[in-house]
């Protein structure tokens, strides 16, 4: 039995798959064309207690994603939206509000595809010179660079060829996974430029 599709987006692969930028993206959703969540750990909120998956207000996350100068690398939200509620809470405790980074952000998947659909933002151009990828390598690419940047690189060409493999498991909207030998001829100049034979 293949694995359920993706269930959420991060702003970073969004913007990948749609070659824009996280602050395109952004504005988008803060302009109401689909809603942001983030997971968060129990808050208080006046009398109530909530936690898990709640939607946020990207227009209260704008300096996180400023068009000209640096963006900030945290902000504090003090109002959420319960999944299924239909009233704005305010977070009374912690007082200062809850911290997120952009990293936090989810979009689901339901939203993003149909999104892409209304704009036929996936659709390929008959005038192109070939088929399009069926993978999704820039999304990849871009949790590559991440992956690498924060944890540096594994111990073996075959240790990274195998984490690439489950991203594409973790993230394929249709079951679809690269084969091996498919990653292994991305991954291996990369490997060799950086870390010279296995």
């Known amino acids: 039995m293949p ?6 987006y991060s702003i970073y ?3 990948a798959r749609w070659g824009c930028s996280a602050a395109d993206v952004a504005g988008w959703a803060a302009s109401g064309h689909f809603k942001a969540m983030i997971g968060i750990e129990p808050v208080q909120c006046g009398e109530e207690l909530h936690g898990g998956l709640v939607e946020v207000s990207l227009a209260e996350m704008m300096p996180l994603f400023r068009r000209f100068g640096p963006s900030d690398e945290t902000c504090h939200l003090r109002r959420i939206l319960p999944v299924g509620g239909e009233t ?16 936090d952000l989810m979009f689901p998947a339901e939203a993003v595809h149909r999104f ?14 070939g088929a399009g990828s069926r993978y999704d ?15 540096g690189f594994p111990a073996s060409q075959a240790a990274l060829i195998a984490e690439v493999q489950d991203w594409f498991i973790a993230n394929s909207t249709s079951g679809d996974v690269p084969e091996e030998s498919t990653i292994r001829k991305r991954i291996a100049p990369i490997w060799r430029a950086v870390r010279g034979s296995d």
């Open 116 to 129: 892409e659909e209304e704009r036929e933002l996936l659709r390929r151009s008959s005038h192109g010179t």
């Open 88 to 103: 704005w809470l305010r977070v009374t405790e912690p007082s200062e509000g809850i911290l997120v980074r952009a990293t």
């Open 13 to 15: 692969e969004v913007s």
């Open 3 to 8: 694995l359920p599709a993706v269930a959420f």
């Open 137 to 151: 390598w820039e999304a990849m690419t871009i949790w590559l660079f991440k992956r690498l940047n924060e944890m």
